[in-house]
Structure formats: C-alpha cells, structure tokens
C-alpha cells in the first residue's frame, strides 16, 4: 500500500492519481491530514509512505516517526514533501526519512523511489530504501 498524507486535499488527490496511474497494482491510500494517515497506517502498514512536512496536528515528522515506531522491523519508505527547502534541510539531517523531494515535485524521481520500493517488496527483501 502507498500512503499519501497531506492535509491539501487538491495536492493529495492529484499526487494519488499520478502514484496510482503509474503504479496500477498497488493500492494508494490518501489521508487529508497526518492524524487521519497515522489512523490509515495504525491499520494496514505502508510500503511506502509520502508525507507532506508540514501538517496541522500532526506533522510529516511526527507522522514519521510514528511510523517507524509502529512498524521498527519493516518501516515503509519515508518520503518527505515540502515546498519548504529550508525544512526539507533540517529534516534531512534526523535520520527519519529515506528521501526528500521538494514542491512541486519532479514526478520521474518520485516514481523512481517508489519503484524501487515496491519491487523490493515485491521480490520479498527489505533491506533497500
């Protein structure tokens, strides 16, 4: 499953198409907000989750980290999404996430990371980001 969270629903469902378009086997999973992504993910873990950085209630971060605390034998890939670049830099710094893109996001690099993913997961190995 991917998980989009982003609390701009106009951003969310246009990147779930695009995700989904490009990936037709996989199941995209949209929550409009980092509390309603961390209940979707409480039930079904992500192979890979793409997190819009700054949220009300709870942050990209904070969704993040839950994440990983959730699932610490098979954390999904944690992409970080901001228009922000300065907060994308300090965020990269934590060790929290796998990637980083900034807004807009250049689509190709985004489907490369998420490729990548989803055919490790495929494949039955968990040791790639």
């Known amino acids: 499953m991917i998980l989009i969270a982003d609390n701009d629903p106009d951003s969310a469902d246009v990147l779930g198409l695009i995700v989904g378009m490009r990936f ?18 409480s039930r079904q873990r992500p192979d890979v989750a793409l997190l819009d950085m700054e949220m009300p209630e709870v942050s990209g971060e904070a969704l993040a980290r839950a994440l990983r605390a959730m699932y610490p034998d098979k954390a999904p890939l944690l992409i970080a999404l901001s228009g922000n670049t300065a907060l994308l830099e300090l965020v990269s710094s934590n060790g929290i996430f796998d990637q980083f893109l900034s807004k807009p996001i250049e689509v190709s690099t985004l489907m490369r990371f998420v490729g990548k993913r989803l055919a490790v997961t495929e494949s039955g190995s968990s040791n790639a980001p």
């Open 24 to 41: 037709p086997e996989s199941e995209v999973v949209v929550g409009y907000g980092g509390q309603e992504a961390l209940d979707i993910a």
